[in-house]
Nanobody, 126 residues
Framework: VQLQASGGGLVQAGDSLRLSCAAS????????IGWFRQAPGNEREFVAA????????YYTDAVKGRFTMPRDNAKNTVYLQMNSLKPEDTAVYYC????????????????????WGQGTQVTVSS
């Protein structure tokens, strides 16, 4: 599985941004997809995850109500729609893909046993 994250950029606080995670291969609809982020000096942290069908999502408390994670299996793409961005959302964002059960992997929010893409930088100015 190869993942390609894109869509990062420099925005102002309160703006919106949509990240994309495109995956190669014919097994995309079998994958749980997660978004993680890492700010300078910080450990990588879980942001959100979506189930294989897109019917279930899981968000870290810091982004609940602001971020959503729609999924388009026909396009082998998952998005991270980020609204009401805050300076503390500044980080490199990574997408990860996991073959397995959604709820267990999402609740552990560690990204274990996953395939990873390269990151995309999101910078939110105050």
């Amino acid at each position: 599985v190869q993942l390609q994250a894109s869509g990062g950029g420099l925005v102002q606080a309160g703006d919106s941004l949509r990240l994309s995670c495109a995956a190669s291969g014919r097994t995309f609809s079998s994958l749980v997809i997660g978004w993680f982020r890492q700010a300078p000096g910080n450990e990588r942290e879980f942001v959100a995850a979506v189930s294989q069908s897109g019917s279930d999502t899981y968000y870290t408390d810091a982004v609940k109500g602001r971020f959503t994670m729609p999924r388009d299996n026909a396009k082998n793409t998952v998005y991270l729609q980020m609204n009401s961005l805050k300076p503390e959302d500044t980080a490199v964002y990574y997408c990860a893909a996991y073959f397995g059960g959604f709820f267990g992997w999402a609740s552990r929010n560690k990204g274990g046993d996953a395939y990873w893409g390269q990151g995309t930088q999101v910078t939110v100015s105050s």
